[in-house]
């Protein structure tokens, strides 16, 4: 009897053994900007409050600054489950869906207000599942904020474009944009841009106050043309086979947390572009060009046609649907 209860005590620990040891589910967060961006400091928030929230349940490791995956890769190791979590540029999506392509239109928002707003409205919230049927989930958009124009020349009018090299996001819509200038787009990882702007490969590029000043774009480049004239803003996606695989209450649990990052990311994202001028600025390393309205209606003008190429691919409805964004502007 005794060698019998021994027995099923042995037993009894191997089957409880599994549970009492399960590991954490572990969520890679790969991105390719500094920390100290908006989507840098919203990974690191989420990271923060998925583990408060699901102690022993969750465990987060952020890689910034393409220190895991770069631009090129990010979404193949997303598909492959090498990551959990990403939080590409919207520009990044064309070659899974040409609906993204809106977000690249230039001048189609008036601020980041009226992207928000189309962000919130219905046909925002639909672009969200437009890649569903690649195996990726949109979970949320991620605010970076509004695009100026960077070069050791002054950019004034699009005419001080011809002939210049501009670095670029993997776009055809940007390819357009530039191509409409009569200047020259190169398309090029976002880690590749600080030496080509430094060695000449490229003359200028176009980003966010708070990308140029992380990345120190404003150290190699002379002028900044503050133009406002597109959009780089983020959609955090996952794997969905992961992001439905995950029990229950733990996805309910970060779709809170997705949810809360996301509100705070968006509200900062603006202070942390007038902060970062404001320090392009006092650093003395490059002149910041406030453009008059005739000179930006130039802009405007040159940049026009690209509307017409890309309609047909995008929707015009779509089109229509964020330009009325602008209207409580």
Same mark, same amino acid.
């Given at each position: 009897?005794?060698?019998?209860?021994? =027995?099923?005590?042995?037993?009894?620990?191997?089957?409880?053994?599994?549970?009492?040891?399960?590991?954490?589910? /572990? %969520?890679?967060?790969?991105?390719?900007?500094?920390?100290? =961006?908006?989507?840098? @400091? *919203?990974? +690191?928030? #989420?990271?923060?409050?998925?583990?408060?929230?699901?102690? *022993?349940?969750?465990?987060? $490791?952020?890689?910034?600054?393409?220190?895991?995956?770069?631009?090129?890769? $990010?979404?193949?190791?997303?598909?492959?489950?090498?990551?959990?979590?990403?939080?590409?540029?919207?520009?990044?999506?064309?070659?899974?869906?040409? /609906?993204?392509?809106?977000?690249?239109?230039? #001048?189609?928002?008036?601020?980041?207000?009226?992207?928000?707003?189309?962000?919130?409205?219905?046909?925002?919230?639909?672009?969200?599942? &437009? %890649?569903?049927?690649? *195996?990726?989930?949109?979970?949320?958009?991620?605010?970076?904020?509004?695009? @100026? +124009?960077?070069?050791?020349?002054?950019?004034?009018?699009?005419?001080?474009?011809?002939?210049?090299?501009?670095?670029?996001?993997?776009?055809?819509?940007?390819?357009?944009?530039?191509?409409?200038?009569?200047?020259?787009?190169?398309?090029?990882?976002?880690?590749?841009?600080?030496?080509?702007?430094?060695?000449?490969?490229?003359?200028?590029?176009? !980003?966010?106050?708070?990308? %140029?000043?992380?990345?120190? #774009?404003? $150290?190699? @480049?002379?002028?900044?043309?503050? =133009?406002?004239?597109?959009?780089?803003?983020?959609?955090?996606?996952?794997?969905? /086979?992961?992001?439905?695989?995950?029990?229950?209450?733990?996805?309910? =649990?970060?779709?809170?947390?997705?949810?809360? &990052?996301?509100?705070?990311? !968006?509200?900062?994202?603006?202070?942390?572009?007038?902060?970062?001028?404001?320090? %392009?600025?006092?650093?003395?390393?490059?002149?910041?060009? /406030? +453009?008059?309205?005739?000179?930006?209606?130039?802009?405007?003008?040159?940049?026009?046609?690209?509307?017409?190429?890309?309609?047909?691919?995008?929707?015009?409805?779509?089109?229509?649907?964020?330009?009325?964004?602008?209207? @409580?502007?």
């Amino acid at each position: 009897m005794r060698q019998l209860l021994a =027995t099923i005590s042995v037993i009894t620990l191997a089957l409880a053994a599994p549970a009492a040891q399960a590991e954490p589910i /572990k %969520i890679k967060f790969s991105h390719v900007v500094a920390e100290q =961006t908006p989507k840098g @400091q *919203g990974a +690191l928030m #989420f990271k923060k409050l998925a583990e408060e929230r699901l102690p *022993g349940k969750v465990v987060v $490791e952020v890689y910034p600054n393409s220190s895991l995956f770069g631009d090129a890769k $990010e979404m193949e190791a997303l598909a492959l489950g090498d990551v959990q979590l990403i939080a590409p540029s919207l520009s990044k999506f064309d070659k899974y869906t040409k /609906k993204l392509q809106v977000f690249d239109l230039p #001048f189609l928002f008036d601020d980041i207000d009226a992207v928000d707003r189309f962000q919130h409205s219905k046909a925002g919230r639909d672009l969200l599942d &437009v %890649i569903a049927s690649k *195996g990726y989930k949109g979970l949320a958009y991620w605010h970076n904020g509004m695009k @100026q +124009l960077s070069a050791n020349k002054p950019l004034r009018v699009p005419k001080d474009a011809e002939g210049l090299k501009f670095r670029i996001q993997q776009s055809d819509v940007l390819l357009a944009q530039f191509k409409a200038m009569n200047a020259n787009p190169q398309k090029m990882a976002f880690a590749e841009v600080y030496q080509a702007l430094q060695t000449g490969t490229v003359d200028g590029q176009e !980003n966010t106050w708070s990308n %140029i000043y992380s990345q120190k #774009f404003h $150290e190699v @480049q002379k002028y900044i043309s503050e =133009t406002n004239h597109g959009v780089i803003d983020y959609m955090l996606v996952t794997n969905t /086979k992961f992001w439905e695989g995950l029990p229950k209450d733990i996805r309910a =649990t970060l779709d809170e947390v997705v949810k809360e &990052v996301t509100a705070h990311t !968006n509200k900062v994202a603006n202070d942390y572009n007038e902060r970062d001028k404001q320090r %392009i600025i006092e650093s003395g390393k490059s002149e910041i060009l /406030k +453009l008059k309205k005739e000179e930006l209606a130039q802009w405007r003008k040159a940049m026009e046609p690209v509307y017409k190429q890309f309609e047909s691919q995008i929707g015009k409805d779509l089109i229509e649907a964020a330009k009325a964004s602008n209207k @409580q502007s």
